[in-house]
Structures are given as structure tokens and as C-alpha cells.
């Protein structure tokens, strides 16, 4: 099944401690991107990444960081977390452009992290 | 003043019902636009895509786009309890779209009553 899958789906984290979530495709997509989800802001785009070692900051990129070694995935760390990185994650991926252009993403089912 | 403009609702209609959701964009570049539909504890699923202006049609849903007055819209045609979501629209434009970037709007929680 062709899908995108995020870990953990919830976690509870002290403020500063480290960690990490992850994020693999099975889709062969290029492109990969992380969204976080707050009421009335909406969906905020991260960072994204358009290959292998291309990475780029989103809207809200302050406090996380993202690597892209392999196709497939797309962790996001937040170093030092703070309370105000209490949000719903979603990682996303899409094909590159061919053809006919369709920019829609493919959409992991989030992970709802609180930082205390 | 947001890019993308999306009434948060909620909306509550009658099973059977035709809904109408909108959005309003502000840049003209944006040429390319989207609905996902989003249920509770999980990742939005892309319903509806299309291209410059027009109407497209899938089913029960029709997505239009004038880009004149910058408006876009979803229809649902005998609304469905299973229709109960939240509804994002979503656009780029060519040279945003080609870097990744999505512009989404607040999205409108729709519940449909049996």
C-alpha cells in the first residue's frame, strides 16, 4: 500500500530534550515536506526538501532542523524543544512534476506532540 | 492578511443537503488549487485537484475555481454523515509549487446529521 508513515504517532517530551520524528515514503517521491497544524492557524509548511540532500526552509522553520540522506526519508528534530512546539506534525510527499502538473501531497496520519 | 482565507465554520447540515465551502486567495500567481478532506485523527487526503478556472467534476463533489474574484469552491451533492470532516483548500503557483509549497487555508468542519 502506498503510503507515508510518521513515527510516533503521540508523544509527551520535557522541554529541551531532544527527539526526533520520523517520516518514510514508499512511493519513490521526490519531494517531502513537514507540516505542523495548529486551531485557526491551519497547516504551516516547515521545511521541505526536493531530492536527496536539497532541504529548504517553510514558513515556520525556527526550532527544527531535517536531513534527507536517503529518498525515502524525512526526520524532523527539534533540538531543544519548547512548549510553543506543541502541535499536530504531518509529514507529506509527492512525485515531481510530470505530465500534467499535480502538486498534490500525500499526507501521513500526524503526530501529536506535547512539550512540557 | 492571509494568503488563503477559509471560513472555519463549524457547518452543520441535514443529511442529503448540497454544501458549499469557499475560500478566498490573494495572489494572483496561483494558478493551481486543491481541496483535502480531513477526518478526525488523521492526515488530510486529497479530494479534488484543478487547474487555472473552471469546474471539475468527481461524483457527488464539483470543485470550481474564478480565478477573476479570486474565489474557490467545493460543492457536495447528497451530503453523506460519512462527509463529516474537516475541508482544507489548498493552492501554489508554478514557481512555489515547483519548490514544494502549498498554501493552505484554515480549513471548515462540516458535520452532516442523519
Known amino acids: 500500500e502506498a503510503q507515508v508513515t510518521q513515527n510516533p504517532r503521540y508523544l509527551i517530551t520535557v522541554t529541551g530534550k531532544k527527539l526526533t520524528v520520523t517520516c518514510s515514503q514508499n512511493?519513490?517521491?521526490?519531494?517531502m515536506s513537514w507540516y505542523r497544524q495548529d486551531p485557526g492557524l491551519g497547516l504551516r509548511q516547515i521545511y521541505y526538501?526536493?531530492?536527496?540532500?536539497?532541504?529548504d526552509k517553510g514558513d515556520v522553520p525556527e526550532g527544527y532542523k531535517v536531513s534527507r540522506k536517503e529518498k525515502r526519508n524525512f526526520p524532523l528534530i527539534l533540538e531543544s524543544p519548547s512548549p510553543n512546539q506543541t502541535s499536530l506534525y504531518f509529514c507529506?510527499?509527492?512525485?515531481?512534476?510530470?505530465?500534467?502538473?499535480?502538486?498534490?501531497?500525500?499526507f501521513g496520519s500526524g503526530t501529536r506532540l506535547t512539550v512540557v | 492578511q492571509k494568503e488563503v482565507e477559509q471560513d472555519p465554520g463549524p457547518l452543520s447540515v441535514p443529511e442529503g443537503a448540497i454544501v458549499s465551502l469557499n475560500c478566498t486567495y490573494s495572489?494572483?500567481?496561483?494558478?493551481?488549487f486543491m481541496w483535502y478532506r480531513q477526518y478526525s485523527r488523521k492526515g488530510p487526503e486529497l479530494l479534488m485537484y484543478?487547474?487555472?478556472?473552471g469546474n471539475k467534476e468527481d461524483g457527488r463533489f464539483t470543485a470550481q475555481v474564478d480565478k477573476s474574484s479570486k474565489y474557490i469552491s467545493l460543492f457536495i451533492r447528497d451530503s453523506q454523515p460519512s462527509d463529516s470532516a474537516t475541508y482544507l483548500c489548498?493552492?501554489?503557483?508554478?514557481?512555489?509549487?515547483?519548490?514544494?509549497?502549498?498554501?493552505f487555508g484554515q480549513g471548515t468542519t462540516l458535520q452532516v446529521k442523519p
Open positions: 484543478t487547474y487555472s478556472s
Open positions: 526538501s526536493m531530492n536527496v540532500e536539497v532541504t
Open positions: 512511493m519513490n517521491h521526490e519531494y
Open positions: 495572489n494572483s500567481a496561483f494558478q493551481y
Open positions: 507529506a510527499s509527492r512525485a515531481s512534476r510530470t505530465g500534467a502538473p499535480n502538486y498534490g501531497y500525500t
Open positions: 489548498a493552492t501554489t503557483s508554478l514557481r512555489a509549487g515547483n519548490t514544494g509549497k502549498l498554501i
